[in-house]
């Protein structure tokens, strides 16, 4: 059965492709939301179900793989920032912090539907302006959620992680295996 990516990033398209998987990619037309009612978990995982079940409803005979990556620091959610301003803004907010990396995901069939979420704690160092203002400066940190690349140059600002990484990366791809071949009968490898 062929597989269809629901996500434009580059990163998601980086991880399936350690496995050689075939698979398409399609971008949802759906604008993804935050309803401040719901826990981050539920929010990441409905914008993951919507953008799936978009691509799905125009698909037929396919798995749809879809995900969303949100960052929560102290109740707050940090999603990608729309200026350098903001995004100085949100890592001097993480600095010396502990937050956690949510990541939804969706897997939709013509039988069957899956939706879950995955969750890492990453502690960042403490660091200082100039070094916020270089790594802003990079470009790096404006299309991702929380402002930083953990597969980049983010990296030099984490201390630790507990939990999966990949899921920090946008994709949890040890769950997402495990969730295809015993709900799907679709195997990675």
Same mark, same amino acid.
Do not use: W
């Given at each position: 059965?062929?597989?269809?990516l629901? =996500? @434009? ?18 971008? =949802? &037309?759906?604008?993804?939301? #935050? &309803? ?5 978990? #539920?929010?990441?995982?409905?914008n993951?179900? #919507? ?7 125009? &698909?037929?005979?396919c798995?749809?793989l ?21 995004a ?11 937050? =956690? %990396? ?12 899956? %939706? ?10 403490e ?8 790594? %802003?400066?990079?470009?790096e940190?404006?299309?991702?959620? @929380? ?8 990296? #030099? ?6 939990g999966?990484y990949?899921n ?5 791809? =040890?769950?997402?295996?495990? %969730?295809?071949k ?8």
């Open positions: 059965m062929k597989l269809i629901g =996500s @434009g990033s580059p990163r998601r398209k980086d991880i399936l492709n350690l496995f050689n998987l075939r698979y398409d990619v399609e971008i =949802s &037309n759906v604008e993804e939301s #935050i &309803n401040e009612s719901f826990s981050p978990q #539920i929010n990441s995982m409905y993951a179900y #919507i953008k799936g079940a978009d691509i799905k409803n125009k &698909n037929k005979d798995i749809v879809a995900a969303d990556t949100i960052v929560q620091l102290e109740g707050r959610i940090l999603l990608k920032p729309k200026s350098e301003d903001e100085v803004f949100m890592l001097k907010s993480l600095s010396g912090k502990s937050h =956690s %990396v949510i990541t939804g995901f969706a897997i939709l069939s013509d039988t069957k539907k899956y %939706v879950d979420y995955v969750e890492t704690k990453v502690m960042f160092k660091f200082d302006d100039i070094m916020i203002s270089k790594y %802003v400066n990079t470009g940190p404006l299309d991702k959620a @929380g402002a930083y690349g953990i597969q980049g140059m983010g990296s #030099i600002l984490v201390e630790k992680i507990t999966d990949f920090v990366v946008g994709l949890p791809i =040890s769950k997402v295996a495990d %969730v295809l015993t709900h799907f009968d679709f195997d990675v490898f």
